[in-house]
């Protein structure tokens, strides 16, 4: 099993250009979430799935959307991308709520110029 | 905001000694987790303690957990220099985590 796969591994962008993030998971997982972590910070959440579907806001969602395409699959898309959207996205996924851990892709390291 | 916090943000010890992380939260919760970063790399899970469970233990670490205080600590004993890393507790007080700002670890050999 690959486990959480991203794609890309980096991205330079420009300001005002849209892009997005790919997720995929193959562990059959139900929920599916979407962190950013600047510099020297914990991560903190943008927008998760719960179930195929459904998407919830996170913490800091503005400035994203995001697509639960199927179980497997869970994009994050910018449409006008900031300097403020510097960062290091991770895609994580997990059975379902309750007690369980999440499994971590191994992030997507964007730059906004 | 960040529910948990931790505590130091950065800790440098010698190889063999033991480390001690704390985290502290705001709010009830339903378990507390702790992950491992290593630098450029994603998060790796390392343990779950539930809000019923005191303390709990997995190879060279051990965790406690103090809901009246809303305080968890994380200790590696017989520390190794691969244990390097950033040290993230999580709080799960329903459909998603809550992470911390991370302990950065520096184990020297």
């Known amino acids: 099993n690959a486990g959480v796969t991203q794609t890309p591994k980096f991205q330079v962008l420009k300001t005002g250009q849209s892009m997005t993030l790919q997720c995929a998971q193959d562990?059959?997982?139900?929920?599916m979430y979407w962190y950013r972590q600047d510099p020297g910070m914990g991560l903190r959440l943008i927008y998760y799935?719960?179930?195929?579907?459904?998407?919830d806001k996170g913490e800091v969602p503005n400035g994203y959307n995001v697509s639960r395409l199927n179980k497997r699959e869970f994009s994050l898309r910018l449409e006008s991308a900031a300097p403020s959207q510097t960062s290091v996205y991770f895609c994580?996924?997990?059975?379902?709520?309750?007690?369980?851990?999440?499994?971590f892709g191994p992030g997507t390291r964007l730059t906004v110029l | 905001s960040q529910q948990g916090e931790e505590d130091p943000q950065a800790l440098s010890i010698q190889e063999g000694e033991n480390a001690t992380m704390n985290c502290s939260y705001k709010?009830?919760?339903?378990?507390l987790q702790w992950y491992r970063q290593n630098s450029g790399r994603g998060l790796v899970h390392l343990i779950l303690?539930?809000?019923?469970?005191r303390e709990k233990h997995s190879g060279r670490l051990r965790v406690t957990l103090d809901t009246s205080k809303k305080s968890s600590s994380l200790l590696i004993t017989a520390s190794r220099a691969a244990d390097t890393a950033s040290y993230f507790c999580?709080?799960?007080?329903?459909?998603?985590?809550?992470f911390g700002g991370g302990t950065r670890l520096m184990v020297k050999p």
């Open positions: 994580a996924s997990h059975r379902g709520r309750g007690t369980d851990t999440q499994y």
């Open positions: 562990m059959n997982h139900n929920s």
């Open positions: 799935s719960a179930s195929e579907g459904t998407t």
């Open positions: 709010t009830s919760i339903n378990n």
């Open positions: 303690i539930r809000s019923n469970e």
């Open positions: 999580a709080t799960d007080a329903g459909n998603m985590l809550t």
